[in-house]
């Protein structure tokens, strides 16, 4: 019954996630549409943000490790 439990809330954050990156594209594209920033420009930048955002702790954690020594 756990395992049960547990699989149903790994598939509502899946949706709950997927959910999430439609609503900040959207708005990110129409508030870039608004200011009047080029298409390819809204693209490129959310790309970029989506591929790097994933890395922020990664990076942060081997600049912490770094220092140690």
Known sequence: ???FFNLVLLIVG???LIKASDVF????SSLAIKLRVPKM?????IAAF???ARNGNKSKNNH????RY
């Open 50 to 52: 989506g591929t790097c």
């Open 41 to 45: 420009l809204i693209a490129l930048t």
């Open 25 to 28: 594209v959207d708005a990110a």
């Open 64 to 67: 912490n490790d770094s220092n």
């Open 14 to 16: 899946l949706i709950g």
């Open 1 to 3: 019954m756990e395992i």
